[in-house]
C-alpha cells in the first residue's frame, strides 16, 4: 500500500470510529458515557448532533491535511530517490532547480510549480483546490466549513500527479 | 485549468469584480433558501414550513479567491428533526456554488447542491454522497427531487 493510499486509510479508520461513538451517543443521548463530551446534562439532543457534525467537520481536515503532507513528503522522497538513480544531467532543468532548493523550499507551493512544467493538464485541474484548501485550514481559516474537495479525490489526484512526475524527470 | 491559467485569472481579479461575485452567490444562497422554503410550504401545508419550522444561522466561509464573508445556514425542523443547509463554497471545481443538505448529526450522509450556470435560468442539481456524475447528468433540484431527498434523509 502506497504511503499515500495508507494516509486515506488513517482517515476511513478515524472516521468509522467518530461514526460509530456518534451513531451510539445519538441512540442513546442519556447514556452516561455522553457526559465525557462536556455538553452537560442532562445532553440536548441538537448539541449532541452538532457537536458530532463538528467533530466529523474536523476529522475531515485533519484527514486531509495528513494525506497533503503525505504527499509533499513522499514527493521528496520518491523524486530525490528516482533522480538519484538518473544521475543530475538526464534530468529536466525544472525538476533540478526543484532539487536544488533547499529542503524547506520544496513546499506544496513549489512542488505544483514543478508539476506544472512536467505533467499533463488533466491531472492538474484539482491541485489548485486542493492547495486553496490546504492553505485555507493549515493558516488556520477553519471557519467550521465543510471541505470542499472529497478526501478521496485528493489522495487519487495526488497519487497520480506523484506516479506521472516520477515518469517525466527526464 | 492549468496552474498558471488560474493564478493568472486570481492576478485578474480586481476588488469589484471578487465583490460582485461574493455578492452573486449570497444572492443564489438566499434564493435556494427562498424556493426551499415555498416547496416545503405547499408539500407540508399544516406544518407551518414558513412560520415556525425554519430558521436561519449566521455562519462564517473563507474562499482563497473571495476572502472571509458571512452568509447562513438554513435550519428545518421536521419530526423533531433539523435537516441543514450549509452554504460550502462559491468557488467548486466543475460548478458555480455549493451548500451541503443534510440532518444535523448526520453530516456525512447528506446532499450536495450544486449551482449550475451552464444552463438558463441557472439551476440547482442534486448529488448524494461521493459525486462521480457530470453536472449536467445530476438531476435538477425541483419539488419532487427535493421532497425525494428529505424523506431520504429522514428515513
Not at chain 1, 78 to 87: C, E, F, K, L, Y
Not at chain 2, 36 to 43: D, G
Not at chain 2, 50 to 71: D, F, M, N, S
Not at chain 2, 105 to 120: A, C, F, N, P, W
Request: charge should be negative; charged fraction near 30%.
Amino acid at each position: 500500500m502506497s504511503p499515500l493510499a495508507q494516509a486515506y486509510r488513517r482517515y476511513q479508520v478515524l472516521k468509522a470510529l467518530v461514526q460509530e461513538a456518534r451513531d451510539r451517543a445519538l441512540n442513546s443521548p442519556e447514556d452516561p458515557k455522553n457526559a465525557l463530551l462536556g455538553l452537560g446534562e442532562p445532553v440536548n439532543p441538537d448539541e449532541l448532533a452538532a457537536f458530532f457534525d463538528q467533530l466529523l467537520n474536523r476529522v475531515n481536515e485533519l484527514g486531509f491535511l495528513d494525506v497533503v503532507s503525505t504527499f509533499e513528503e513522499t514527493f521528496h522522497a520518491r523524486v530525490s530517490a528516482v533522480a538519484a538513480s538518473i544521475g543530475t544531467p538526464k534530468l529536466r532543468p525544472a525538476v533540478s532547480v526543484f532539487l536544488g532548493r533547499r529542503r524547506e523550499e520544496q513546499t506544496l507551493r513549489t512542488i505544483l510549480v514543478l508539476l506544472e512544467q512536467i505533467i499533463d493538464k488533466t491531472a492538474l485541474a484539482k491541485l489548485p483546490d486542493i492547495k486553496d484548501e490546504r492553505d485555507r485550514i493549515a493558516h488556520g481559516k477553519l471557519s467550521s466549513q465543510p471541505l470542499k474537495v472529497e478526501i478521496e479525490d485528493t489522495w487519487q489526484v495526488l497519487e497520480e500527479a506523484l506516479l506521472q512526475a516520477l515518469q517525466q524527470l527526464t | 485549468m492549468s496552474l498558471r491559467d488560474y493564478l493568472q485569472e486570481i492576478r485578474e481579479r480586481d476588488p469589484q469584480q471578487v465583490a460582485a461575485t461574493l455578492s452573486q452567490w449570497v444572492d443564489d444562497i438566499n434564493r435556494l433558501y427562498e424556493f426551499v422554503i415555498t416547496q416545503l410550504s405547499e408539500l407540508l401545508p399544516e406544518e407551518k414550513i414558513k412560520e415556525e419550522k425554519t430558521k436561519t444561522v449566521p455562519v462564517t466561509r473563507y474562499e482563497e479567491l473571495l476572502g472571509e464573508y458571512q452568509t447562513h445556514e438554513l435550519n428545518v425542523s421536521l419530526c423533531g428533526r433539523k435537516i441543514v443547509f450549509s452554504p460550502v463554497a462559491r468557488i467548486v471545481l466543475g460548478s458555480t456554488g455549493r451548500v451541503d443538505m443534510f440532518l444535523r448529526g448526520r453530516i456525512d450522509e447528506g446532499y450536495k447542491l450544486l449551482h449550475d450556470q451552464t444552463v438558463s435560468p441557472a439551476v440547482w442539481r442534486l448529488a448524494k454522497g461521493q459525486r462521480r456524475k457530470a453536472l449536467p447528468d445530476l438531476p435538477a433540484l425541483t419539488k419532487e427531487t427535493l421532497e425525494s431527498a428529505i424523506k431520504d434523509l429522514l428515513g
